[in-house]
Nanobody, 122 residues
Framework: QVQLVESGGGLVQAGGSLRLSCTAS????????MAWFRQAPGKEREFVAA????????RYADSVKGRFTISRDDDRKTVYLQMLELKVADTAAYYC???????????????WGRGTQVTVSS
């Protein structure tokens, strides 16, 4: 069992930046492929970014490529999402997810976090 806790959300102006963190409890964090999803009001939850176990591969949604960076620190059992050049359209609740030994190209959700809100004002 893995529990995920997100932090780092908040209110920021368009063009600003935020760094989200997701810290896991439980064993074998290094064997989990990790991802970020987001859900805006009235919309379905969508994929944002993923990073493989061992950190060798990443994948991004087209809407965030070049602006967001996913990374991980297995010693701290934490995955990060650095968000730059934020847009109003990035406003959403951001969720961390874990997939044991998964693939960034075919991410299957084993565990979810509860989310952290990101609000970008114009």
């Amino acid at each position: 069992q893995v529990q995920l806790v997100e932090s780092g959300g908040g209110l920021v102006q368009a063009g600003g930046s935020l760094r989200l963190s997701c810290t896991a409890s439980g064993r074998s964090f290094s064997m989990y492929t990790m991802a970020w999803f987001r859900q805006a009001p009235g919309k379905e939850r969508e994929f944002v970014a993923a990073i493989s176990y061992a950190g060798g591969r990443t994948r991004y949604a087209d809407s965030v490529k070049g602006r967001f960076t996913i990374s991980r620190d297995d010693d701290r059992k934490t995955v990060y999402l650095q968000m730059l050049e934020l847009k109003v359209a990035d406003t959403a609740a951001y969720y961390c997810a874990a997939n044991f030994a998964g693939y960034v190209s075919d991410f299957r959700i084993d565990f979810w976090g509860r989310g952290t809100q990101v609000t970008v004002s114009s």
